[in-house]
């Protein structure tokens, strides 16, 4: 059998598990929700009975290393998650050593959207080159860069923390605190909050069916637009304007070959695509406006694919 890693995606709704080799293909999945609320240890330990479920799937696999990818921001050379908005009391949180010290074998941490980023790079929409945006639109925004074959990290690995992005002066509170982040305006979870307040419990809507009468997500909004409900419509043309803003950004900033979105909410890129061009194409620079937008390849799997290639093509 060829090299395996032990990969984990750590992400403030799941958290999953995988053995990868080093073709990038998952021998073994698994998952749970992530107990974001109970600290970090409680979720240490689901990290081991997934690691214990995953290996079971494939006995004879034997992991050379652990590789994470988390919610950010965090320090990958150091091993630290800082103090992601999305895990709870999390703060300084030393998760390299302690996977180190619980598996005895070596661990690489990297933020869950740089991961991601790696993954598509090497084995997905980016192979090939040497440059790339990588969005991933999901309960929030995150956000790698690729820049000349290497991932962007800057100081203490904080580097492209797109989600906040300050591109308004107006949105509901962010996560981490700001007003106006992209994720803010434009994450899943935003995309659903915004459908919550202008539907309500039992108004017969599209959204409210699809959703129980209960809160709307992102991906009743994708459902319900694919039913041609106008409601979501619109909610999904104004998904694509903030998306084409936060793009426009980017490009000016990264001028990579390619921008790469991936995140539940990709699964709605065709929907999105021709609001997010159009937007691109009105707020570029001309010498911007040809680099192609494309969806994500590996799917959910892409942060731990990416996370796997650490250990297994440093």
Known sequence: MSRVALAFDLGGTDLRAALVDEAGA?????????????????????????????????PDATPVGIGIGAAGPLDPIAGIVIAPPTLFGWRDVPLGQILQDRFNLPVKL????????????????????????????????????????????GRRGLAAEIGHMTITDHSERCFCGGIGCFEAVASGSALGTKATAITRSGDGSALRALSRDSDVTGRHVIEAARGGDETALILIAEEGRWLGIGFTNLLHLYSPDVIVMGGGISAGFDLLEGTIRATIRERAMTAYRDVPVVPAELGSHAGLIGAASLVLRP
């Open 26 to 58: 998952l021998l073994a999945f698994a998952s749970m929700p992530t107990e974001a609320r109970a600290g970090p240890q409680a979720v240490v330990e689901q990290i081991v009975a997934l690691a214990l479920d995953v290996r079971e799937q494939v």
């Open 110 to 153: 990297e933020n869950d959207a740089n991961a991601a980023a790696i993954g598509e790079w090497r084995y997905g929409a980016g192979r090939g080159t040497s440059s790339l945006v990588f969005v991933t639109v999901s309960t929030g925004i995150g956000g790698g860069v690729i820049a000349n074959g290497r991932i962007l990290h």
